[in-house]
Nanobody
Framework: QVQLVESGGGWVQAGGSLRLSCAASGRTFSRATMGWFRQAPGKEREFVAA????????SHGDSVKGRFIISRDNAKNTVSLQMNSLKPEDTAIYYCAADLQGASPHATQSRYEYWGQGTQVTVSS
């Protein structure tokens, strides 16, 4: 059973930074794609970023490119999302997800089998 636990959310003023972490447990992640998604009130869940566990290939959504950076620490089994230059429109619940068959950093939500409980990020103007 895979467990994903997010942390690091909170409140920040526009222009500030936050770093989210996702602790993964339950198996050895030798091959997987890890992703971050977000959902704002009244909106559909949106792709933020993804990374392959082994090679570290990454992709980022258009709305966060140049501001957010996804990374992973294989030794600690964690995936992080560094969020810089935050905007009020970044306010959402952020979810970590795992695709255990993943070989590329993709945005296809249906392929992610495991999801964390989410962490709230609020950016004030």
């Amino acid at each position: 059973q895979v467990q994903l636990v997010e942390s690091g959310g909170g409140w920040v003023q526009a222009g500030g930074s936050l770093r989210l972490s996702c602790a993964a447990s339950g198996r050895t992640f030798s091959r997987a794609t890890m992703g971050w998604f977000r959902q704002a009130p009244g909106k559909e869940r949106e792709f933020v970023a993804a990374i392959t566990w082994s090679a570290g290939f990454t992709s980022h959504g258009d709305s966060v490119k140049g501001r957010f950076i996804i990374s992973r620490d294989n030794a600690k089994n964690t995936v992080s999302l560094q969020m810089n230059s935050l905007k009020p429109e970044d306010t959402a619940i952020y979810y970590c997800a795992a695709d255990l068959q993943g070989a590329s950093p993709h945005a296809t939500q249906s392929r992610y089998e495991y999801w964390g409980q989410g962490t709230q990020v609020t950016v004030s103007s």
